[in-house]
């Protein structure tokens, strides 16, 4: 079964500054997406940024971007200029043919200004 | 806009009852998702369902069903509220296709006494 690790419980970051948040996943297919969705507090989950697995190209969004090591099985968000706006649970996600995502246990980001 | 809607934010429930959470959404999607989240453990799959009544248990659907009689609506049922279903619960959609993300719902937080 395909698993997701968020190893980072917690992060901070101060407001400006860049910030990674580290995932990693298991699977043995070779056609697949991984996501990085945001749940601000008390709002809805959205979606961030995503990746197919098939493209070398790393994904960017504005201020986040990824970086993904297929060989490693490495997802891992990097926001750059951080804003208060970003403080949120962030959630590394898995999915392929099956239709279901697969999450990791999630890392909670918080902004200093 | 995607709208996702959940009939709750907050609900309390006693010990034994029956519990429905009902979500909506208004995109036309195939398919539709109920999750639990809990802390340290991310989001975990319930049930989801691809079509009007057609369903499928995810990895924890003991001591749930679901119900999808028409296409925007997918409900969530605990027969007999137990004080461990105290949880968050999110409701989401998509379209069918493994490029296609999730739109959540805002959530449901639940307690049972």
């Known amino acids: 079964a395909q698993t997701v690790t968020q190893s980072q419980p917690e992060m901070s970051v101060q407001e400006a500054e860049t910030v990674t948040l580290s995932c990693t996943y298991d699977?043995?297919?070779?056609?697949?997406?991984l996501f990085w969705y945001k749940q601000p507090p008390s709002r809805q989950m959205i979606l961030v940024i995503r990746?197919?697995?098939?493209?070398?190209q790393n994904a960017t969004e504005n201020r986040f971007s990824v970086n993904f090591q297929k060989a490693a099985k490495s997802f891992s968000l990097k926001i750059s200029d951080s804003q208060l706006g970003d403080a949120a649970m962030y959630f590394c996600?898995?999915?392929?043919?099956?239709?279901?995502?697969?999450f990791g246990a999630g890392t909670i980001l918080r902004v200093k200004s | 806009d995607v709208k996702v809607t959940q009939s709750s934010r907050y609900l309390v429930k006693r010990t034994g009852e029956k519990v429905f959470l009902e979500c909506v959404q208004d995109?036309?999607?195939?398919?539709m998702f109920w999750y639990r989240q809990d802390p340290g453990l991310g989001l975990r799959l319930i049930y989801f369902?691809?079509?009007?009544?057609?369903?499928e248990k995810g990895d924890i659907p003991e001591g749930y069903s679901v119900s999808r009689e028409k296409k925007e609506r997918f409900s969530l049922i605990l027969e007999s509220a137990s004080t461990n279903q105290t949880s968050m619960y999110l409701c989401?959609?998509?379209?069918?296709?493994?490029?296609?993300?999730?739109?959540f719902g805002p959530g449901t937080r639940l307690t049972v006494t």
């Open positions: 989401a959609s998509s379209l069918e296709g493994i490029f296609y993300e999730q739109y």
């Open positions: 699977t043995s297919e070779s056609d697949y997406y």
């Open positions: 990746q197919e697995a098939y493209k070398q």
């Open positions: 996600a898995y999915k392929d043919h099956g239709n279901k995502l697969v």
């Open positions: 995109m036309d999607h195939e398919n």
């Open positions: 369902s691809y079509d009007v009544k057609m369903k």
